[in-house]
Structures are given as structure tokens and as C-alpha cells.
């Protein structure tokens, strides 16, 4: 059995802590149908193919480039402006006084959950490519009020692990750090992470997002291994204390 106190669990948030489907899926879409002028919206498995590529886990960069996509298949520049993409996007998603979409998001995780975590022993945080503006709305709704966050701000993106090697640094560093998301960039972090911080040993946990269908969750699920998940789930509720104490992921 491993030693939870030994032990730090990081957490992605979106489709980890939240779903993020109908809200950074939905405002990605938007922008993407907005500066195609109508032309093209990508639907969710289009989303999901560009984020397989490890590249894309910003969401602003990932509508810009599947803009620059859609008007080079026409053998044609795009001459949008990151800027204008950004801001369009955060009116659909943010709104005015986070009202948007991101004020109608279901919550995966529970307030018991994390005080679970707690009552084992082990010390958990978050590492996120999302704005901390955002995270900090969701996480308050799970009544975290400051908890231990890496947000877009605060490192590089995605899979550039500084973030998760952070977040291991503000939690005590120690010998072990779990990683959960739901991308291969979060896998790919936790790879590149082992790869620089030789001291600490860094396991890959893939959760299944919720709009993955469930036809599609065994080649989902394979597609993180590949990419260096010990372990994947369908829901972050089922990565128990007791599920790490028992499971030889380490």
C-alpha cells in the first residue's frame, strides 16, 4: 500500500472538476463560426481531433487555429486578429459579470470529495490552463476558497510542465505527484515534468471527459495511455484515497 502522506494529487479542471462541453466547447465553436463568417462550426469530435495533437490546450489558440485551417483548405491567408478572437470568445464564455456560458456548467467533482482528500492525508491542488478568474468562479462553487492554483497566468501553457512542477513545489514536493486531466497535453506534461524534476516521481491519471460517448471511451482511453496515462477513468469520483493506496500505479 502507498503512503497517501507521501503523496500530492494535482488536478486539471475543466472536464475534470467541471464540464466544460456546453460552455468552452460551445464558445470555441461560436468564435470559430464567427470569424469563418458562418462558413464552418466544428462540432465536438473536430475539437477533440485537434486537442489529440497535444498543441491546443488553450482554448483561444485552439479557435485561432482551426480559423487559420478552415481559410487555408481555401488556399486563402487569415488575417484575424488574436486579440479580437480572445475577446469574442470571452463574451460568449465570461459575459458580462460571468454570466455566460461558464455561469450554466454542471459540476463533475463534489465539496465531500475534496474533504475526503483531506480527511486521508493526502494534499491535492490545481494546475489549469484555464484563466484564474475562471477557475476561481468554479472552484468556489465547490466552496475552495483558496486553494493551491496554477492558472494561464501564472505559467506557459500546456504541455509545458513549469505549471505542474509549481503546483509540487507549493504542496511540500513531494516523492510522488499525481496528475489528473482529460487531454493528451495533460499527459504529455506529466511526461515532460518526470523528464526535468528527476527527484519526484510523476504519475499520468486521464479522466473521460463527459461529452465523450460511452461508444467511444475504450478508444479514448487507449489514446491517453499511449501518451503516458498509468490509469484512466471515467469520472474524477472514482480516483478514491483508497483507490491510491491500492492501485500499482506507482
Known amino acids: 500500500m502507498i503512503d497517501l502522506s507521501t503523496v500530492e494529487l494535482v488536478l486539471d479542471i475543466d472536464g475534470v472538476i467541471r464540464d466544460v462541453s456546453d460552455s468552452y466547447h460551445r464558445a470555441l465553436a461560436d468564435t470559430v463560426e464567427h470569424f469563418t463568417l458562418g462558413q464552418y462550426r466544428p462540432d465536438h469530435d473536430r475539437i477533440d481531433l485537434l486537442k489529440s495533437e497535444g498543441l491546443w490546450n488553450n482554448d483561444w489558440e485552439a479557435s485561432q487555429e482551426l480559423i487559420k485551417r478552415y481559410f487555408a483548405s481555401y488556399g486563402e491567408a487569415d488575417r484575424t486578429d488574436y486579440a ?38 493526502l494534499t491535492w491542488g490545481f494546475f489549469s490552463g484555464a484563466t484564474r ?22 505559467a506557459p501553457g500546456k504541455p509545458d510542465p513549469t505549471g505542474l512542477i509549481m503546483v ?51 478508444a479514448y482511453s487507449e489514446m491517453m495511455k499511449s501518451h503516458g496515462a498509468k490509469l484512466v477513468l471515467t469520472t474524477i469520483l472514482a480516483l478514491t484515497p483508497e483507490l491510491i493506496e491500492n492501485e500499482s500505479i506507482f
Open 133 to 154: 478568474g475562471s477557475a476561481t468562479y468554479v472552484l468556489s462553487r465547490l466552496g475552495l476558497e483558496s486553494p493551491v492554483l496554477v492558472a494561464m497566468e501564472d
Open 168 to 218: 509540487s513545489k507549493l504542496l511540500g514536493h513531494k516523492p510522488q505527484v499525481i496528475y489528473v486531466g482529460d487531454t493528451v497535453a495533460d499527459m504529455m506534461t506529466v511526461q515532460k515534468a518526470a523528464q526535468i524534476d528527476l527527484d519526484r516521481q510523476y504519475i499520468g491519471v486521464g479522466v473521460i471527459p463527459p461529452h465523450i460517448k460511452p461508444e467511444q471511451h475504450t
Open 84 to 121: 479580437s478572437i480572445v475577446e469574442f470568445f470571452q463574451g460568449r464564455y465570461r459575459g458580462d459579470n460571468w454570466t455566460g456560458y461558464i455561469s450554466q456548467e454542471p459540476l463533475i467533482a463534489t465539496p465531500a470529495y475534496f474533504q475526503a482528500l483531506t480527511a486521508s492525508g
